[in-house]
C-alpha cells in the first residue's frame, strides 16, 4: 500500500477539538468557505461538490457554488451551458470583474452559481505577472459573502493559481479521495501545499476531512485503501462513504445532481449522510427548508 505523509493541517489537530472547528482564541467565520480539492483527477471532486450544493439548497441553505475548473464539469452538472454564460470566474480572476456581476441564480431555490467556460484554461498563464495573483478569488468573495450561508469552491486537478486562489478564499478544505491504490499517491502533496498556504496566505485555513469516493464493496481493495486514510488521517475522514455507482455517473447527462435524479439510490444516501456530517463540522445553523423535487422538464 502507499505511504502518505501527513503534514500541516492533520499535525496541528487540538485533542478535544472537532475537525473544522476554530482554535480558541480566533474569531468565528460568519460565513463557511470551503474547497473541494485534490491535484488528482477522477476522484468525484466535482460530483461532490455539485452534490454538496444541491443538499445544502434543498435543505434551506442560501448557497454559492464556485467552479474554478477550467473543464466547467461543475457547471455543467447544474444543467449550466459553459459555452453561452455570460460572466465567469475567468471575467473575476483575470480582469477584475465584480463577482456579484458573475453569479448566476439556478433552477434551484437558494442556489447560485459563478460559471467556468473554457476560456478559464488560459488563466493560469495569465495570472503569473498579476499583482496579488493569489488572493484575486478571496478578495473578490468577500463582497457577496453576507448574502450566503455557505460557499463552496470546486477546484481543478491540480495545485496550480487556481487552486492557490481558492485555499487562500476558504476557510476549510474537503479532500474526496478514490478507493483505489494510486489515488493515495500525491495526498502528501496536496497535505503540504494546504499547509504553505495555511502558514504563507490564510493561517484559518484548515482540512475539515476527507471524503472516501467510489468504494466498491466487492473489492477488498477499496476497504484496506479507507483503512489506510484512516489510519494516517482519523480525526478528518469522513463517516460516510461514497460508493461506485452508474447512477451517480448518469445523473451529470440530465443536469441533475444525484439526490434528484435518483433520491433513493445508495449514492443519494451516502452524499446526505456525508452533508449531515459537513454541516456539523461546519457549524452552519438548522435549516428546515422543504425539499424541492425536480420538475418533469427535469427528469430524466
Do not use: W
Amino acid at each position: 500500500m502507499t505511504s502518505v505523509t501527513a503534514t500541516g493541517p492533520e499535525e496541528t489537530v487540538q485533542p478535544g477539538r472537532a475537525p473544522g472547528a476554530q482554535a480558541a482564541g480566533s474569531a468565528p467565520s460568519a460565513v463557511p468557505v470551503v474547497a473541494f480539492a485534490n491535484q488528482k483527477g477522477g476522484v468525484g471532486k466535482t460530483t461532490t461538490a455539485v452534490n454538496t450544493a444541491v443538499s445544502l439548497a434543498q435543505r434551506g441553505y442560501r448557497v454559492l457554488l464556485i467552479d474554478t475548473d477550467p473543464q466547467g464539469n461543475a457547471t455543467s452538472s447544474l444543467g449550466v451551458d459553459k459555452v453561452n454564460v455570460g460572466r465567469s470566474i475567468y471575467d473575476v480572476l483575470v480582469d477584475g470583474f465584480p463577482i456579484a456581476r458573475a453569479i448566476s441564480p439556478t433552477d434551484r431555490p437558494g442556489l447560485d452559481l459563478v460559471a467556468s467556460t473554457p476560456m478559464l484554461a488560459g488563466a493560469e498563464i495569465e495570472l503569473v505577472e498579476a499583482r496579488q495573483r493569489e488572493t484575486r478569488l478571496r478578495e473578490a468573495l468577500a463582497r457577496v459573502l453576507p448574502r450566503y450561508d455557505v460557499v463552496l469552491i470546486d477546484c481543478p486537478p491540480s495545485l496550480g493559481l487556481l487552486t492557490v486562489n481558492a485555499l487562500t478564499a476558504a476557510h476549510s478544505v474537503v479532500v474526496p479521495i478514490q478507493c483505489e491504490f494510486l489515488a493515495l499517491e500525491g495526498l502528501g502533496q496536496l497535505m503540504t501545499t494546504v499547509d504553505l498556504v495555511k502558514r504563507g496566505l490564510n493561517p484559518p485555513l484548515d482540512v475539515t476531512g476527507v471524503l472516501m469516493t467510489m468504494f466498491d464493496a466487492r473489492t477488498r481493495l477499496s476497504a484496506h485503501v479507507v483503512d489506510e486514510v484512516r489510519r494516517y488521517f482519523p480525526h478528518r475522514i469522513f463517516g460516510a462513504v461514497v460508493p461506485r455507482s452508474v447512477r451517480l455517473a448518469e445523473a451529470p447527462s440530465y443536469g441533475q445532481a444525484i439526490v434528484e435524479y435518483d433520491p433513493s439510490s445508495r449514492g443519494a444516501e451516502a452524499y446526505e449522510a456525508f452533508v449531515g456530517e459537513l454541516i456539523a463540522r461546519l457549524h452552519l445553523p438548522f435549516r428546515s427548508g422543504p425539499t424541492t423535487p425536480p420538475t418533469e422538464e427535469h427528469r430524466p
